[in-house]
């Protein structure tokens, strides 16, 4: 209802101002919706805001489109009240199974996310990428959207060079119990060692790379076999963190098919490419002056050379293409884009984040300096098994290790996503454990005490008479998540569902606070169990799009 009764009144300031796009909000405590229309129009007219501001009313009052709410002027600020219907058709639909869901889109969109290189555990820094993405992806299919996830493995630059020639000339058995990507990790730090002592190792390892580029199958198949082995473990961790990929895409896939030798062969006939031994585009008219390499001296292409050809396929499979990347790769983006435009192919939406780090600083795989996910999620879960196992010694040991477990995950996946992407930041695990600090916890902790109000409660029939400020400011936040989840898909920014939902739990507390609920009576009782089971259903699904467990019990 929200979303509906937002746009129409979008629709009648256009019709009434013939502004593309105008400004409308929530109106707070002093209305449904507010506009600040007026001052815009202000600089264009040369008049007073207040005087534009009744001139837009008036317009608006014949709209019949607006039949049913009330308009007025406050100053240079119209106001739309909406009346009590408003509050019981968002509460009638928040009772329904699913709400929030928008109607089916047309289109297929492609998501790739996480896609870190295959030659140790993911880290910290990683898991911002798998967070972003995977909230991402629930957003927007929460939207209506059909969407493919897609990690892109890169199982054929230097790194995994080295990692295979670690696995030829060290000792790279496996350990009894060994995780896939850790035992990965483990040949590629000692094969780094061995580089640094020895730099003639390098020419070994270029050779690798030409003869898996030539389809050597005894090169194909070491490479092949570490890379796989590392995901295996890699799909472990994602599980771990609730995140699921539809598709592994192999990079060395668009060799083999002959998609990078095509695209190459596009990209000779431009102006703007030069080869003087290597392969490379002129880009200074776009903007960049570093030069744009796509095939070494030695012949073998380089990675921007294949995702090119990557891109391309999933351009013509897909009618959207969005990509969650580091703020390391806004540079082989943005070159990634300016070509993809000049050979007049379809361009990704790029999602880049800044890095997350730890306490205690940052990680290098290469280095061996690094805390694994599988570490962290550990550490996290032992942290929140003694929070629960201090609350609730009435419960059994399972339960508490599973109560425990979907805590932890509560606590990384919100800790990390609650922060605009752009915006670098520390995961400090103490701080995103405490329940009393807006962490995931905390929001978990709403809905469950909303099921424990609800099951003392016992039947009830739904009642929509609010009168109390915290009852009415619930009921209004409410209403809005079809549309959070609209703007969040729209802008592509998975905090604003986050910061939703840690505002929605804030709402409850304070109604809870403030209004008894099962020692009121008749319709009063009636309004506010209607009200703690549709903050129960909405916490739910706002949980669920977040990819955090709403428990029942904590």
Partial sequence: MYLEIFETIKRALFAATGVQNPPLTDGGTHADFATAIAFERAKELRRAPMQIAEEIAAALAKDPSLKGIRIETKGPYINFHTGSGFLRSSLEAALQPGYGTLPLKTGRVVLEHTSANPNGPLHVGHIRNTVIGDTLVRLFRKAGHQVEVQYYVNDMGRQIAIVAWGFSHLDSSRKEGEKGDHHVARVYIAANRELEKDPGIVAGVDLLMQQVEKGDAATTALFRNAVSECLEGFRVTLSRLYARHDRFVWESDFIRNGDTERLLARIRRMDECHEDGKLW????????????????????????????????????????????????????????????????????????????????GSMSTRAGKFVSADELIDEVTRGAYEEVDSRRDDLDEETKLAIARSVAIAAIRYDIVKISPEKSTVFDWKEALDFERQSGPYIQYAHARACSILGKAGPFEPAYEFAMESEIALAKHIAKFPYVIQNAVRDLKPHLIATYARELADLFNVFYQFEPVLKSTGMTRQSRLTLVQATKNTLAETLGTLGIDALVTM
Avoid: C
Avoid at 282 to 310: C, H, I
């Fill in 281 to 360: 585009l002129d880009l200074s008219k776009e903007g960049f002056e570093k030069e744009y390499v796509l095939r070494r001296s030695d012949g073998t292409s380089v990675y921007a050379a294949r995702d090119l050809a990557y891109h391309i396929w999933k351009g013509r499979n897909f009618d959207r293409m969005i990509d969650v990347l580091g703020a390391d790769h806004k540079l082989i983006g943005s070159q990634l884009i300016a070509t993809l435009r000049l050979i007049g192919e379809k361009v990704p939406e790029i999602v880049h984040f800044e890095f997350v780090s730890l306490p205690e």
